[in-house]
């Protein structure tokens, strides 16, 4: 298992030194290690989200060409990168996930999550329990494969072993922000996926939309899940209430949470208690 070197926390959490986290064949995993390798990912994010996909960039972004955030600073950024594809290390990066931890919230005012779900009230529930916020998921087009993924999940689990991380949660995705469209998916999760008690989150009044009443077709609501929505619940995530419009990005959210203990002992298995099965 790859070694993390502990260091003194700033806004921007940057390591030129941090090893990879584990490796397949010409791909491996490791987080940032440079102002210009974030920068890298900011690109990617804004090609996925921008250019292929629905989301309406800014003036500033669409002049960067970068989708970038105020919480950008305050993470660390996850990347998969193919050493083969350039002999540039910036063009190499296929994948990214952006990482943020409770300590990291603190400094900048919140998680990002809480723009559109109350989340408050469920981290006050878990006094002591360690939180990881996963967001700004997106791969290169032609890297959507298993490798890319199960290298993305090896570097999570990974962080999580390291950072002693108790609970996984973010903003999952589905695309379009006509519900009329999104009945089967929603109606899915609202009735197969949601909650219990103590780890119940819903969307913000102001923000939230009305999920209506029961699945009629299970089976093929599961099939128009994401396929990262679909891996969050075949790991033993939860589905928060309610859904939130983002008009910005296309795409209509619900809130998943992954307490750790949650996580399906196979997936442990396939990836090692220590995070060693792709290690490098």
Same mark, same amino acid.
């Given at each position: 298992?790859?070694?993390?070197v502990p260091m003194p926390r700033q806004a921007m959490s940057i390591d030129p030194t941090m090893g990879v986290l584990g490796r397949l064949g010409g791909m491996e995993v490791r987080l940032a290690r440079s102002r210009?390798?974030? *920068?890298?990912?900011?690109?990617? #994010?804004?090609?996925?989200?921008?250019?292929?996909?629905?989301?309406?960039?800014?003036?500033?972004? #669409?002049?960067?060409?970068?989708?970038?955030?105020?919480?950008?600073?305050?993470?660390?950024?996850?990347?998969?990168?193919?050493?083969?594809?350039?002999?540039?290390? $910036?063009?190499?990066?296929?994948?990214?996930? #952006?990482?943020?931890?409770?300590?990291?919230?603190?400094?900048?005012?919140?998680?990002? $999550?809480?723009?559109?779900?109350?989340?408050?009230?469920?981290?006050?529930?878990?006094?002591?329990?360690?939180f990881l916020e996963l967001g700004r998921s997106c791969v290169l087009k032609d890297y959507r494969g298993k490798r890319t993924v199960e290298l993305l999940w090896q570097g999570i689990w990974a962080y999580v072993l390291?950072? *002693?991380?108790?609970?996984?949660?973010?903003?999952?995705?589905?695309?379009?922000?006509?519900?009329?469209?999104?009945?089967?998916?929603?109606?899915?999760?609202?009735?197969?996926?949601?909650?219990?008690?103590?780890?119940?989150?819903?969307?913000?009044?102001?923000?939230?939309?009305?999920?209506?009443?029961?699945?009629?077709?299970?089976?093929?609501?599961?099939?128009?899940?994401?396929?990262?929505?679909?891996?969050?619940?075949?790991?033993?995530?939860?589905?928060?209430?309610?859904?939130?419009?983002?008009?910005?990005?296309?795409?209509?959210?619900?809130?998943?949470?992954?307490?750790?203990?949650?996580?399906?002992?196979?997936?442990?298995?396939?990836?090692?208690?220590?995070?060693?099965?792709?290690?490098?």
């Amino acid at each position: 298992m790859a070694s993390f070197v502990p260091m003194p926390r700033q806004a921007m959490s940057i390591d030129p030194t941090m090893g990879v986290l584990g490796r397949l064949g010409g791909m491996e995993v490791r987080l940032a290690r440079s102002r210009e390798e974030i *920068k890298a990912a900011q690109q990617l #994010r804004y090609h996925v989200f921008y250019e292929e996909m629905a989301a309406q960039p800014s003036a500033l972004q #669409r002049m960067t060409r970068r989708d970038k955030d105020g919480f950008d600073r305050y993470c660390d950024h996850l990347l998969v990168i193919d050493t083969q594809k350039s002999a540039v290390l $910036t063009e190499q990066i296929v994948g990214t996930y #952006r990482l943020m931890r409770d300590t990291s919230a603190a400094l900048a005012g919140g998680f990002y $999550t809480a723009s559109e779900f109350d989340i408050g009230p469920m981290i006050l529930r878990h006094p002591g329990k360690r939180f990881l916020e996963l967001g700004r998921s997106c791969v290169l087009k032609d890297y959507r494969g298993k490798r890319t993924v199960e290298l993305l999940w090896q570097g999570i689990w990974a962080y999580v072993l390291h950072h *002693k991380v108790d609970v996984l949660f973010g903003c999952a995705s589905l695309s379009g922000t006509e519900l009329s469209t999104l009945t089967l998916p929603l109606t899915f999760l609202a009735n197969h996926a949601k909650a219990p008690d103590e780890w119940r989150v819903a969307a913000l009044p102001h923000r939230s939309v009305v999920i209506p009443g029961e699945c009629p077709d299970p089976k093929r609501a599961l099939a128009q899940l994401p396929p990262l929505l679909k891996g969050y619940l075949r790991l033993g995530g939860y589905i928060g209430e309610g859904a939130v419009v983002d008009y910005q990005f296309g795409t209509t959210d619900v809130l998943v949470v992954l307490p750790v203990e949650n996580i399906n002992p196979r997936y442990i298995g396939h990836y090692g208690a220590d995070a060693g099965r792709f290690a490098a």
